[in-house]
Nanobody, 125 residues
Framework: QVQLVESGGGLVQPGGSLRLSCAAFGFTLDHYPIGWVRQAPGKEREGVSCINSSDGLTYYGDSVKGRFTTGRDNAKNTVYLQMDNLNAEDTAVYYC??????????????????WGRGTQVTVSS
């Protein structure tokens, strides 16, 4: 069964850090582009980051540039999202996403159809 599973969420104080992981079951993550998307209550879904499979290029949303970093750990078949200098606006459920269409890249990240169940990140003092 093909599955994406996020982990690493929790409660953190403003200015703190968290590292999220996206694990793959039933397929090899490094063959596909992997995106992170977040959804906060009452707000529109927001693309956070994406990493290509072929060339490793990364993309970040404007609100997280310089604070968040995504990368691959192929030995563990995971993709991580390192989040630093967190603030209350980062509070959301974070989902990892991918696209199984051949040749897909992060250019299609708004159309990725495979999602995990999400992990909650809460930034509060």
């Amino acid at each position: 069964q093909v599955q994406l599973v996020e982990s690493g969420g929790g409660l953190v104080q403003p200015g703190g850090s968290l590292r999220l992981s996206c694990a793959a079951f039933g397929f090899t993550l490094d063959h596909y582009p992997i995106g992170w998307v977040r959804q906060a209550p009452g707000k529109e879904r927001e693309g956070v980051s994406c990493i290509n499979s072929s060339d490793g290029l990364t993309y970040y949303g404007d609100s997280v540039k310089g604070r968040f970093t995504t990368g691959r750990d192929n030995a563990k078949n995971t993709v991580y999202l390192q989040m630093d200098n967190l603030n209350a606006e980062d509070t959301a459920v974070y989902y990892c996403t991918t696209d199984f269409r051949p040749g897909s890249t992060c250019r299609r990240r708004d159309q990725f159809g495979a999602w995990g169940r999400g992990t909650q990140v809460t930034v509060s003092s």
